[in-house]
């Protein structure tokens, strides 16, 4: 069984910063992309930011230049460091991983930020 679990999240008045943490239990090898999501109530979940293969990173337009994304090969982990956080930054935040031809999810981890 693949498992992801998300952690990190919680609570955070605007302008401050989070850092999640996604472990997994998928052998790094096969894996293209990592990566996080999050979705608003009442919203579409939206694409946040991915890590590929090759160490090429790629965010959205909406969190471009507050967040960094990494990954720990060695411990199959993935990261979202996330800073100058807006009240639109809140949401549940998911980790995904793309491996050969099937993708995984995990259960979300809620972020909250205050105004």
């Given amino acids: 069984q693949v498992q992801l679990v998300e952690s ?5 008045q605007a302008g401050g910063s989070l850092k999640l943490s996604c ?7 096969g ?11 009442g919203k579409q979940r939206e694409w946040v930011a991915t890590v590929t293969n090759d160490g090429s990173t790629n965010y959205a ?5 507050r967040c960094t994304i990494s990954r720990d090969n060695a411990k199959i982990m993935v990261y979202l460091q996330m800073s ?9 935040y998911y980790c995904n991983i793309r491996r050969w031809a099937s993708e995984y999810w995990g259960q979300g981890t809620q972020v909250t930020v205050s105004s």
């Fill in 8 to 12: 990190g999240g919680g609570l955070v």
């Fill in 23 to 29: 472990a997994t239990s998928v052998g790094i090898f």
């Fill in 31 to 41: 894996v293209q992309t990592m990566g996080w999501y999050r979705q608003a109530p």
């Fill in 61 to 65: 337009d909406s969190v471009k230049g």
């Fill in 84 to 92: 100058s956080l807006k009240p639109e930054d809140t949401g549940v």
